[in-house]
């Protein structure tokens, strides 16, 4: 006798309540007794995961944070890799003066360096951060890097940009004015800032560690320059200098131009 086959296609045993919203079955009043095929919302679930993958996308990836602090404006990067501390002064907290920085330093430091450098950024969700787009997308439409926002209210996610601002306050306490700041102190704080040292670090300042980790045309395009401990000062006294001190001068490399604020007789860049 010959035995005939017949393989029919499966048809899911699919509920119509959950092909619209919300597409759960925690409201359905005839949940108990169903045989369908169920899906729940278990919040404290939701939330477990989301955690859980917010964690591993930043582990192992060279994360920068950034922040804005409002006056003049500064725009600081923190470098995760090496602790450092990168500031910006700004015109305007606006979206567009933020770009202005990251496409000066695409065009300093290279496409590529860049990319390996601010893979991923960690911001908040200020308005000056509000078009990521434009932010992540580089002078030639390369994908440069990645932005990602903290929780609102959630400072915490972002330490070490946060802990820095703290020694910014030390030179520059709340409620002095940066009208009369140049990048060119902007550079010099940074530099007193990234030269003091951190337990973090065995006693070592982040500065030797860019050293280490940043090669000598990266370490030059971010304005580093290594402060001798018995130099560093990390009081409003850094920064009371007269304009007279500091004439205006450009410096060219690499077709690139940069303008600099020096005082006379200085050995400080």
């Known amino acids: 006798m010959q035995r005939s086959f017949y393989i029919f296609d499966f048809v899911p045993n699919t509920c119509s309540r959950l092909l619209r919203a919300p597409f759960v079955c925690n409201g ?11 899906f729940f919302y278990r919040a404290t679930a939701a939330n477990r995961d989301y955690r859980s993958v917010l964690v591993e996308s930043r582990e192992g990836i060279n994360a920068t944070e950034t922040d804005l602090m409002i006056q003049k404006v500064f725009l600081t990067l923190y470098l995760r890799s090496c602790k450092c501390l ?34 991923v950024i960690l911001t908040d969700r200020g308005t000056e951060f509000s078009n990521p787009d434009a932010l992540e997308t580089g002078i030639d439409n390369v994908i440069r890097t990645s932005i990602y926002y903290c929780d609102p209210m959630c400072a915490w996610q972002k330490p070490g940009v946060e802990k820095s601002h703290e020694h910014i306050r030390y030179v520059l306490p709340k409620g ?54 018995d130099d560093i000062i990390l009081t409003p006294d850094l920064l009371k200098l007269t304009f007279n001190e500091k004439p205006r001068i450009i410096i060219v490399h690499n077709n690139i131009s940069d303008e600099w604020n020096l005082p006379f007789h200085s050995t400080y860049a």
């Open 86 to 119: 990168l500031i910006f002064l700004l015109p305007d907290k606006s979206a567009a003066s933020v770009k202005a920085v990251f496409d000066r330093l695409e065009k300093k430091l290279g496409t590529f360096i860049f990319c390996s450098i601010f893979q």
């Open 28 to 38: 359905c009043p005839s949940k108990a007794g169903c045989r369908k095929e169920k």
């Open 176 to 229: 002095s004015s940066f009208d009369a700041l140049t990048q060119w102190d902007v550079n010099k704080l940074m530099n007193h800032i990234n030269s003091s040292v951190r337990a973090s670090l065995n006693g070592l300042p982040p500065i030797r560690l860019a050293q280490l980790l940043l090669d000598q045309a990266t370490y030059n395009s971010f304005n580093f320059r290594e402060i001798s401990p």
